[in-house]
């Protein structure tokens, strides 16, 4: 089951965070969804292939990879202008984002190029009490890349790119059973010096 989140909008943003958003440039993986307001025909929502490149209805081939997501819509609309008046278009790009290990809802999640990595786990239901969440790791092409302070990272979802595994880690047994083994030890030292003092 794929999650979708909630758009977040552009001008919600910091603007250093909306900058950088609209600088990210797609990659193969993403999702790109395509609106043209009054011309459902032509909206679409595809996913940009192994080349950079998506196909959409009436205008073709686009190599959305070196596109800036910023300028994409512009880039659409010209090409839709050749024969549509004024088109209105707006575009999302979504980074595909595998979220596993002790997080609420471990899943698959299309995310904005503005989110944060601590955006990408609150929508994978946060870390769990087990989870070690000083541990946090991003998995691609098979390296382990740390993020111990991922509640403070400046990162973006455009740092990301599809197919990254955001992975946390479960605490040790003895962490999670350290009350238990505490309590046992308290509980034994209690009937040893009973049995000792009588």
Sequence with gaps: MLVMPRFVARAQLPAAAAQRA???????GDRVTV?????????DEVIVNSRGDIVLARIGTVHAASIAVGALPDTLRARYA?????PDVSVSVLRRIIVNGDVG???????DVSSTLRDV??????????????????????????????RDDTSRASDLRSG???FVPK?????????SIASTGVLISSFLYSVLHK
Excluded: C
């Design 22 to 28: 609209a600088e990210a440039h797609a990659e193969p």
């Design 164 to 166: 990254d595994q955001i």
């Design 35 to 43: 609106k043209v307001y009054l011309e459902p025909a032509l909206s």
């Design 82 to 86: 050749t024969f549509l008046r004024n």
């Design 105 to 111: 809802r471990p899943n698959v999640y299309y995310v």
């Design 121 to 150: 786990i609150a929508q994978a239901g946060g870390i769990t009490e087990n989870g070690k969440d000083n541990d946090v790791a991003i998995i691609r092409d098979g390296q382990r890349i740390p993020v111990p302070n991922w």
């Design 171 to 179: 605490r040790s047994w003895l962490y999670r059973n350290m009350f």
